[in-house]
């Protein structure tokens, strides 16, 4: 049981947010069991999240959005080297995997991996869905 106040659901969510650090789009609701408020809410947002699981997105507009992005915003150079990126595909899983073949795997670092994952989410409507991505040698 929590006392309302004028910043508390803020607060809360600030710190919810600070404790799943690595997790950035997850989605936090706030509901009272005691006068039922905002039940539907949680039950609508959880079918959500289960339809975008589900999205299969076709390999031809994976590439033609997510190559523009690439080149737009390159990985960084690691001693001298450049890593080029080929194209992308979802693989046939229950969840979204993605694979992106390039030329040098290995220098694609942790940072460049989250940028490309939130791209992903941001256009192709995966909020609050787990995303793993893979990079591969082509």
């Known amino acids: 049981m929590v006392e309302k106040e004028t910043n508390t659901m803020r607060d809360f969510e600030a710190k919810i947010r600070r404790e799943i650090a690595p997790f950035t789009d997850v989605p936090i609701l706030f509901?009272?069991?005691?006068?039922?408020?905002?039940?539907f809410k949680a039950i609508e947002t959880a079918v959500d999240v289960f339809k975008n699981r589900k999205n299969r997105i076709p390999t031809s507009k994976l590439n033609e959005v997510m190559l523009d992005i690439v080149k737009q915003?390159?990985?960084p150079a690691i001693k001298g080297k450049f890593v080029k990126i080929?194209?992308?595909?979802?693989?046939?899983?229950?969840?979204?995997q993605f694979v992106f073949f390039c030329?040098?795997?290995?220098?694609?670092?942790?940072?460049?991996?989250?940028?490309?994952e939130n791209k992903l989410r941001e256009n192709f409507n995966l909020h609050g869905v787990p995303v793993v991505i893979y990079f591969r040698q082509k």
Request: net charge positive.
């Open 31 to 39: 509901i009272s069991a005691l006068t039922k408020q905002r039940i």
């Open 73 to 75: 915003n390159g990985p």
């Open 86 to 96: 080929k194209y992308c595909m979802q693989l046939p899983s229950p969840t979204p």
């Open 103 to 116: 030329n040098l795997p290995q220098y694609v670092k942790e940072p460049y991996k989250r940028f490309v």
